[in-house]
């Protein structure tokens, strides 16, 4: 079981835990940047579709690894528009529930497509 801390000493996180602790023997998986990219090889063309389409991939890669969002240790997160802030978070807050993992998140100038605007990677432990 993973051990999330938020101590009284630090300001509140806004939909992330400060830490996060895995147990002695814990398995780790990272899983490789998630885009919004369809099973079908297609980009969801909106922002939005894509902040969604991202946590969809990145729900299929832990089922497939037997995890679930529980799981989530640290999520590393990139953006490319500011504007697109707000519903990001509203959309890992739907994905990630009341058990947020730590995060980071970046502005970036660009991925590896430039229609793309957000990727998120994430390490598991179980």
């Not at 590896?112 to 432990?125: H, K, L, T």
């Amino acid at each position: 079981m993973l051990t999330r801390r938020t101590p009284d000493t630090v300001h509140a996180p806004r939909g992330y835990s400060h830490s996060v602790e895995a147990p002695a023997g814990a398995s780790w998986v990272h899983i490789s940047g998630q885009v919004g990219i369809r099973p079908d090889g297609t980009l969801v063309e909106d922002a939005r579709g894509q902040i969604d389409q991202v946590w969809v991939n990145l729900g299929l890669q832990l089922e497939a690894a037997g995890l679930s969002r529980e799981n989530i240790v640290k999520v590393n997160v990139f953006l490319t528009r500011r504007e697109d802030i707000d519903y990001y978070r509203e959309s890992r807050g739907a994905f990630l529930g009341d058990k947020p993992p730590a995060s980071t998140l970046l502005f970036v100038a660009g991925l590896a497509d430039p229609a793309m605007v957000v990727e998120i990677e994430a390490i598991c432990a179980k």
